[in-house]
């Protein structure tokens, strides 16, 4: 049997799938299975956690996806699952003890501040990446950051949503998404410091 | 005569400008004042340079693909919730 689904856009495949076409709904699901693991990857660093997201997110399309109307983009509504999805899965944890909190300020007092001297980091060669030890540290620096800060660097700086679009799936306001950025960039810039400096 | 004084522009407020702004080719009188600073101060641009690298490292990390067996599992799983639908 010919597969005419590969290459139908976005909306053909979900008003077929709407419709009971499975075959259209197992298409989408391939077209973005790789989306929706590497970014819950992203988030929470842990192949079985990611593996677990894949798959609740995919439940969670199939059981809702009548309520999609084609008002936002596809994958703008999948990201607002997965996200979701990864959220709950913190309530469901008790405690995470490797978060730490983001209320203290993440630079000393003002004056201290302008009388640091900035050491410059070391270059990274993409070899290094691959290497157990910098790789464990962006790890540990990203998986201390809480996770609300955590979702939004990752849609933001990985993921390379707009400011806009990251509000839509986090239904937050453009200047909170804004003000999350700034302050996980400055968490993870700060946490790789004395690893990275020369 | 009256003298006119100007706040010289602080690493801080840089500091929070870049964090804000770090791709953006921002024209603004404010963004050109923190262009010419970056451009003098070796603090600001070893601060914006670390900046960039961090999320340069997040954004090169290599990410697992999805493996086989997992995306046998997320299908199973799939035809269990389309059967118990119909």
């Not at chain 1, 157990?132 to 990203?142: K, M, N, Q, T």
């Not at chain 1, 799936?169 to 400096?197: H, Q």
């Not at chain 2, 090169?60 to 799983?77: D, G, I, Q, R, S």
Request: hydrophobic letters at 35%; glycine letters at 2%; proline letters at 4%.
């Amino acid at each position: 049997m010919v597969n005419t689904t590969s290459h139908s856009p976005d909306n053909t495949l979900i008003r077929k799938a709407q419709a009971g076409d499975s075959h259209a709904f197992a298409e989408l699901v391939k077209r973005y299975e790789q989306t929706v693991y590497g970014f819950s990857f992203k988030v929470c660093r842990n192949k079985e956690k990611a593996e677990e997201t894949l798959q609740d997110t995919f439940i969670n399309v199939y059981r809702k996806l009548d309520q999609f109307n084609g008002e936002s983009k596809f994958s703008t509504w999948l990201y607002s699952i997965v996200t979701n999805n990864c959220l709950m899965r913190r309530r469901k944890r008790k405690i995470d003890e490797q978060m730490v909190y983001l209320d203290e300020p993440p630079i000393g007092d003002d004056e201290a501040h302008d009388r640091l001297t900035i050491p410059s980091w070391n270059e990274t060669p993409a070899e290094e990446l691959m290497r157990g030890e910098l790789r464990s540290h962006l790890d540990e620096a990203i998986q201390k950051l809480p996770l609300d800060y955590r979702i939004v660097f990752v849609l933001r700086d990985i993921e390379n949503k707009g400011a806009e679009e990251t509000a839509k799936i986090l239904k937050l306001s453009v200047p909170a998404v804004k003000s999350r950025l700034r302050r996980a960039r400055i968490f993870l810039r700060e946490r790789l410091n004395d690893y990275m400096k020369q | 005569m009256k003298k006119t004084h100007r706040r010289t522009i602080q690493c801080k407020s840089v500091y929070r400008h870049i964090c804000d702004n770090l791709d953006a080719d921002l024209n603004s009188q404010k963004c050109r004042e923190i262009k010419a600073h970056i451009k003098k101060c070796k603090n600001c641009t070893a601060y914006l340079d670390s900046l960039k690298k961090t999320i340069r490292l997040y954004r090169t990390y290599p990410v697992p693909t999805v493996p086989a067996k997992t995306e046998k599992k997320l299908f199973a799983a799939i035809s269990l919730e389309v059967a118990k639908a119909r």
